[in-house]
């Protein structure tokens, strides 16, 4: 089963799945070799890529970075449940949702991750995060069904709170407009949010109907895709007044 993916700078699919292992995928082939495979110690969760290299894997009770496919640092003994990863467009901050109801950020520094001290309260376990693509937001979901979005520059004060869902909520993603995000849970529905107006939301119930909606991501500024475990991928085109 592959648990997190995505494409890193290099044009490469990163992977991490219960075989315990990293696989790096070149997209312009199409085709696994083999050869991109880093094997880790402990179980993998998800993975978030940064730019110079940088991979970020959470793991049962650890969190792995690496630089350039190779193990660099591995952080253990954390206190709480590592869930949710996303790094910074600036590549050097590490945010870490935890089942302890906080985001814990790290700065990478050359081949070491380390813990800024610095934590953000969440309404719930982190089940998800996501920096907007300019960098100048973080937006946070949990199992309580909150999502709360922090303002980078303001030192991560908080901006506002989002509710809707009627269940836990389970993947993010955000417009490239940086202006709207979307959301999706176990209650089946998806729902876009405006940044600057929480009251302003487009819903689409059922978007899956045979299960919840497991990942998202904004193919342009008004059309989104979804895909859940009813083996389906579907494309929204997203509107707003």
Known sequence: MICGMAVDEASELVTCSMDDTIRYTDLSKKEYSGQGTTKLDVQPKTLAVGPNGYTVVLCIGQIV?????????????????????????????????????????????GNSLKDDGKTLEAKGPVTNLAYSPNGAYLAVSDANKVITVFAVADGYGEVNSFYGHHAKIISLAWSPDNEHFASGGMDVMVIVWTLSDSDCRLKIPDAHRLHHVSSLAWLDEHT??????????????????
């Open 65 to 109: 970075l690496m630089k350039d496919k190779k193990k660099c640092s591995v952080i253990e003994n954390l206190g709480y449940e590592p869930e949710a990863v996303a790094v910074h467009k600036g590549g050097v901050t590490v945010a870490v949702g935890g089942s302890d109801n906080k985001v814990h950020l790290f700065s990478i520094q």
């Open 224 to 241: 989104l895709t979804s895909v859940s475990h009813d083996a389906c991928v579907k494309q929204w085109s997203i509107t707003f007044k």
